[in-house]
């Protein structure tokens, strides 16, 4: 039976996270906790997710138990991100961290972090996105070097970063693939004039609307065909579900940074 530590508890992730422990049969939650400060310290964590009562109290993020979860659950937001590190690095606790629009400070912080805990990291726990991801590296093979490449992301009106990290994650795959630099071929949008379209760029579209989980597409168009990969979520459990799957697989492994590809033995 694998504990989990589920930071964030009040927020979207959190509490969906709450729930996806109790329906598993192989974790139990440790503990969840809140920012410092926060109203729900106290509250019922079961409650707190919308669920029948558990009987284990929403803790403070500074009064953690250290003894009571295997691994740490972290979907927080990025300025959280130290803190959280410095505990479970602290506290000898592997991670599974699913925050996303992290900059390359923070990305720097998780893999020195790495060098004492396992980490999984990965910008979208979906086994269906991660597939797409593997997918994505097999169309750039096979006619990325001929092929406009084009990525649109859509969300809901409250997500805070953009593209998604998954977005970027996508692009990433891509780009390696192709033997390109992301951060030099990105275009983020297009207005004006333009001008023809570079070939070797990778364009990114975000749309912010609603109630959207999470959509993706990537585009891989040629004169006369095109190839367009999609994933849609109708429900934050799957991403809960991947983060679950991940906890189980990290609890043992020696310090490391790992993918969800790997949680997953993709290609």
């Not at 106290?42 to 929403?58: F, N, R």
């Not at 912010?208 to 190839?227: C, Q, S």
Request: net charge negative.
């Amino acid at each position: 039976m694998t504990k989990i530590g589920v930071l964030g508890a009040n927020g979207r992730m959190g509490r969906v996270l709450i729930d996806a422990c109790y329906q598993h049969t192989d974790v139990s939650l440790g503990f969840a906790s809140v920012r410092t400060g926060s109203s729900l310290v106290g509250i019922d964590a079961g409650e707190l997710s919308g669920i029948a009562k558990q009987y284990i109290k929403v803790c403070d993020a500074q009064n953690q138990p250290t003894g009571i979860a295997d691994v740490i659950v972290d979907f927080t937001l990025p300025e959280a991100l130290q803190a959280n590190i410095e505990w479970c690095v602290n506290n000898k606790k592997a991670m599974v961290i699913g925050t996303t629009g992290l900059s390359a400070d923070e990305l720097a912080m998780i893999d020195q972090a790495a060098k004492s805990i396992p980490i999984v990291f990965a910008a979208n726990y979906s086994v269906g996105v991660n597939l797409l991801l593997s997918l994505a590296r097999q169309a750039s093979a096979v006619m990325g070097k001929d092929a406009d490449i084009e990525i649109i992301e859509a969300h809901h009106r409250f997500k805070k970063d953009a593209p998604s990290g998954t977005a970027v994650a996508i692009g990433q795959v891509i780009a390696d693939e192709l033997g390109r630099d992301l951060s030099k071929c990105a275009i983020y949008g297009r207005e004006g004039a333009t001008g023809e379209r570079d070939r070797e760029s990778i364009g990114f579209c975000t749309i912010r609307a609603g109630d959207i989980v999470g959509e993706h597409t990537a585009i891989f168009a040629t004169i006369g065909e095109r190839i367009e990969l999609t994933h849609k979520a109708s429900s934050r459990l799957t991403f809960a579900n991947g983060a679950i799957t991940a906890a189980i697989w990290v609890k043992n492994k020696p310090p490391g940074l790992y993918s969800m590809q790997q949680v997953l033995s993709l290609p």
